[in-house]
Protein backbone atom coordinates (compact mmCIF):
# COMPACT_ATOMS: atom_id res chain seq x y z
CA UNK A 1 0.00 0.00 0.00
CA UNK A 2 1.29 4.03 -0.01
CA UNK A 3 3.82 5.01 2.40
CA UNK A 4 3.80 8.51 3.89
CA UNK A 5 6.49 9.15 6.09
CA UNK A 6 6.80 11.94 8.48
CA UNK A 7 10.02 13.09 10.18
CA UNK A 8 10.76 13.86 13.24
CA UNK A 9 8.62 11.63 15.33
CA UNK A 10 9.05 13.38 18.28
CA UNK A 11 10.71 17.26 19.07
CA UNK A 12 11.47 18.79 22.42
CA UNK A 13 11.82 22.31 21.93
CA UNK A 14 12.64 25.51 23.46
CA UNK A 15 9.76 28.13 23.44
CA UNK A 16 9.93 30.69 21.12
CA UNK A 17 12.23 28.63 18.57
CA UNK A 18 10.70 27.64 15.27
CA UNK A 19 9.99 23.55 14.79
CA UNK A 20 9.86 21.91 10.78
CA UNK A 21 7.97 18.60 10.17
CA UNK A 22 8.44 16.86 6.87
CA UNK A 23 5.91 14.69 5.49
CA UNK A 24 6.56 12.61 2.72
CA UNK A 25 4.79 10.38 0.15
CA UNK A 26 7.06 7.76 -0.65
CA UNK A 27 5.52 5.63 -3.72
CA UNK A 28 2.74 8.03 -5.24
CA UNK A 29 2.07 11.67 -5.82
CA UNK A 30 0.21 14.02 -3.86
CA UNK A 31 -1.28 17.32 -4.88
CA UNK A 32 -3.16 17.38 -1.71
CA UNK A 33 -1.48 16.82 1.35
CA UNK A 34 -3.44 17.27 4.65
CA UNK A 35 -2.51 18.26 8.48
CA UNK A 36 -4.43 17.44 11.44
CA UNK A 37 -3.16 18.39 15.61
CA UNK A 38 -4.57 15.96 18.24
CA UNK A 39 -4.77 16.88 21.31
CA UNK A 40 -4.75 14.39 24.18
CA UNK A 41 -8.05 12.16 24.43
CA UNK A 42 -9.77 14.75 21.21
CA UNK A 43 -10.04 13.60 17.73
CA UNK A 44 -7.36 14.48 15.04
CA UNK A 45 -8.56 17.69 13.79
CA UNK A 46 -7.66 19.61 10.36
CA UNK A 47 -5.75 22.06 11.17
CA UNK A 48 -4.81 23.00 6.68
CA UNK A 49 -5.10 21.31 3.84
CA UNK A 50 -1.78 21.49 1.59
CA UNK A 51 -2.40 21.95 -1.91
CA UNK A 52 0.71 21.49 -4.45
CA UNK A 53 2.40 24.59 -5.92
CA UNK A 54 -0.43 26.89 -4.16
CA UNK A 55 -1.31 28.85 -0.65
CA UNK A 56 -2.55 26.29 2.09
CA UNK A 57 -5.95 26.33 2.95
CA UNK A 58 -6.73 26.71 6.45
CA UNK A 59 -9.05 25.66 9.04
CA UNK A 60 -10.92 28.07 11.08
CA UNK A 61 -9.09 29.08 14.11
CA UNK A 62 -5.70 28.08 13.18
CA UNK A 63 -3.15 30.95 12.43
CA UNK A 64 -1.64 30.86 9.05
CA UNK A 65 1.29 32.70 9.92
CA UNK A 66 2.11 30.39 13.26
CA UNK A 67 1.50 27.28 11.58
CA UNK A 68 3.74 27.60 8.25
CA UNK A 69 3.07 25.00 5.61
CA UNK A 70 5.08 24.56 1.90
CA UNK A 71 4.27 22.06 -0.35
CA UNK A 72 6.88 22.68 -3.47
CA UNK A 73 6.92 19.06 -4.67
CA UNK A 74 3.93 16.54 -5.25
CA UNK A 75 5.91 14.26 -2.51
CA UNK A 76 7.02 16.91 0.15
CA UNK A 77 5.06 18.89 2.25
CA UNK A 78 6.52 20.73 5.45
CA UNK A 79 4.78 22.54 8.19
CA UNK A 80 6.44 24.96 10.19
CA UNK A 81 5.82 26.02 13.86
CA UNK A 82 6.98 29.32 14.22
CA UNK A 83 7.94 30.79 17.63
CA UNK A 84 6.62 27.58 19.45
CA UNK A 85 5.23 28.25 22.75
CA UNK A 86 4.00 25.22 25.55
CA UNK A 87 0.19 25.34 24.63
CA UNK A 88 1.43 24.59 20.78
CA UNK A 89 2.60 20.98 22.24
CA UNK A 90 0.54 18.24 20.98
CA UNK A 91 0.46 15.28 18.16
CA UNK A 92 1.21 16.41 14.77
CA UNK A 93 0.26 13.84 11.64
CA UNK A 94 -0.01 14.83 7.94
CA UNK A 95 -1.93 12.64 5.21
CA UNK A 96 -1.77 12.75 1.42
CA UNK A 97 -4.56 11.86 -0.99
CA UNK A 98 -3.62 9.42 -3.85
CA UNK A 99 -6.03 10.19 -6.81
CA UNK A 100 -4.95 7.04 -8.15
CA UNK A 101 -5.79 4.56 -5.30
CA UNK A 102 -9.12 3.24 -4.13
CA UNK A 103 -11.97 6.23 -3.61
CA UNK A 104 -9.95 8.76 -2.50
CA UNK A 105 -8.06 7.01 0.86
CA UNK A 106 -5.80 9.01 2.48
CA UNK A 107 -2.69 7.85 3.58
CA UNK A 108 -1.33 8.76 6.80
CA UNK A 109 2.52 9.39 8.23
CA UNK A 110 2.92 8.29 11.86
CA UNK A 111 2.78 11.10 13.29
CA UNK A 112 5.32 13.84 15.13
CA UNK A 113 4.97 14.83 18.70
CA UNK A 114 5.90 18.01 20.04
CA UNK A 115 6.58 19.14 23.44
CA UNK A 116 7.63 22.95 23.65
CA UNK A 117 9.51 23.59 27.41
CA UNK B 1 -17.98 20.87 11.13
CA UNK B 2 -20.69 18.70 12.68
CA UNK B 3 -19.52 15.81 15.00
CA UNK B 4 -18.46 12.40 14.58
CA UNK B 5 -19.08 10.31 17.54
CA UNK B 6 -17.71 6.66 18.24
CA UNK B 7 -19.00 4.54 20.72
CA UNK B 8 -17.52 2.54 23.67
CA UNK B 9 -14.21 5.40 24.01
CA UNK B 10 -12.38 1.91 25.31
CA UNK B 11 -13.20 -2.15 25.02
CA UNK B 12 -11.14 -4.84 26.76
CA UNK B 13 -12.40 -8.29 24.91
CA UNK B 14 -10.97 -11.95 25.37
CA UNK B 15 -9.24 -13.38 22.77
CA UNK B 16 -11.78 -15.45 20.38
CA UNK B 17 -14.51 -13.50 21.50
CA UNK B 18 -16.24 -11.05 18.94
CA UNK B 19 -16.79 -7.93 19.37
CA UNK B 20 -18.62 -4.80 17.93
CA UNK B 21 -18.62 -0.72 18.20
CA UNK B 22 -20.58 2.19 16.73
CA UNK B 23 -19.80 4.93 14.56
CA UNK B 24 -22.50 8.01 14.38
CA UNK B 25 -22.33 10.83 11.88
CA UNK B 26 -24.87 13.89 10.52
CA UNK B 27 -26.57 11.81 8.10
CA UNK B 28 -27.50 15.25 5.86
CA UNK B 29 -25.60 15.50 2.50
CA UNK B 30 -23.91 12.31 3.47
CA UNK B 31 -20.77 11.55 0.62
CA UNK B 32 -18.16 8.74 2.44
CA UNK B 33 -17.50 7.37 5.73
CA UNK B 34 -13.71 5.84 6.39
CA UNK B 35 -12.79 3.66 8.51
CA UNK B 36 -9.05 3.56 10.19
CA UNK B 37 -6.77 0.94 12.49
CA UNK B 38 -4.96 2.84 14.22
CA UNK B 39 -2.27 0.85 16.04
CA UNK B 40 0.55 2.98 18.83
CA UNK B 41 3.55 4.51 16.97
CA UNK B 42 2.48 3.35 13.98
CA UNK B 43 0.62 5.06 10.86
CA UNK B 44 -2.87 5.01 11.11
CA UNK B 45 -4.32 1.91 8.45
CA UNK B 46 -6.88 2.32 6.04
CA UNK B 47 -9.83 -0.67 6.81
CA UNK B 48 -12.70 0.54 4.54
CA UNK B 49 -14.36 3.64 2.80
CA UNK B 50 -18.50 3.04 2.70
CA UNK B 51 -20.68 5.41 0.62
CA UNK B 52 -23.49 3.56 0.01
CA UNK B 53 -26.60 3.27 2.18
CA UNK B 54 -26.70 -0.94 2.82
CA UNK B 55 -23.07 -0.99 2.28
CA UNK B 56 -21.35 -4.26 3.82
CA UNK B 57 -17.64 -4.31 3.32
CA UNK B 58 -15.06 -7.29 5.15
CA UNK B 59 -11.97 -7.49 5.12
CA UNK B 60 -10.43 -10.98 6.92
CA UNK B 61 -12.51 -10.83 9.97
CA UNK B 62 -13.32 -7.75 10.23
CA UNK B 63 -16.47 -6.17 8.88
CA UNK B 64 -18.38 -2.95 8.31
CA UNK B 65 -21.91 -1.99 8.10
CA UNK B 66 -23.30 1.83 6.81
CA UNK B 67 -26.66 3.37 7.55
CA UNK B 68 -26.36 6.74 5.89
CA UNK B 69 -30.39 7.57 6.70
CA UNK B 70 -30.08 7.14 10.36
CA UNK B 71 -26.46 8.39 10.28
CA UNK B 72 -24.38 4.94 11.97
CA UNK B 73 -21.57 2.52 11.15
CA UNK B 74 -20.69 -0.28 13.00
CA UNK B 75 -17.51 -2.28 12.74
CA UNK B 76 -17.44 -5.33 13.84
CA UNK B 77 -14.69 -7.94 14.66
CA UNK B 78 -15.01 -12.02 14.73
CA UNK B 79 -12.96 -13.76 16.83
CA UNK B 80 -10.46 -11.30 18.26
CA UNK B 81 -6.88 -11.35 18.34
CA UNK B 82 -4.61 -10.11 20.39
CA UNK B 83 -2.95 -8.41 16.80
CA UNK B 84 -6.29 -6.64 16.66
CA UNK B 85 -5.64 -4.58 19.37
CA UNK B 86 -5.64 -0.87 18.43
CA UNK B 87 -7.55 2.13 18.41
CA UNK B 88 -10.04 2.14 15.60
CA UNK B 89 -11.30 5.47 13.93
CA UNK B 90 -14.34 6.32 11.89
CA UNK B 91 -13.97 9.73 10.19
CA UNK B 92 -16.89 11.31 7.41
CA UNK B 93 -15.93 13.19 4.76
CA UNK B 94 -17.75 16.77 5.02
CA UNK B 95 -17.31 19.90 2.76
CA UNK B 96 -14.93 19.97 0.30
CA UNK B 97 -12.69 16.37 1.01
CA UNK B 98 -12.18 17.35 4.52
CA UNK B 99 -12.04 14.39 6.94
CA UNK B 100 -13.82 14.86 10.52
CA UNK B 101 -12.90 12.67 12.61
CA UNK B 102 -14.44 10.13 15.92
CA UNK B 103 -12.63 10.21 19.16
CA UNK B 104 -11.49 6.68 17.96
CA UNK B 105 -12.48 3.47 19.74
CA UNK B 106 -9.54 2.06 21.96
CA UNK B 107 -9.97 -1.69 22.01
CA UNK B 108 -7.68 -4.26 23.86
CA UNK B 109 -7.82 -7.89 23.52
CA UNK B 110 -7.18 -10.03 26.62
CA UNK B 111 -4.94 -13.74 25.83
Redesign the interface.
Known amino acids: ?AV?SQHPSRVICKSGTSVKIECRSLDFQAT?M?W?RQFP??????MA?SNEGSKATYEQGVEKDKFLINHASLTLSTLTVTSAHPEDSSFY?C?A?DYQG??????????TRLLVL | ILNVEQSPQSLHVQEGDSTNFTCSFPSSNFYALHWYRWETAKSPEALFVMTLNGDEKKKGRISATLNTKEGYSYLYIKGSQPEDSATYLCAQIQGAQKLVFGQGTRLTINP
Open positions: GVTFYKQSLMLTISRPQETQYFGPG
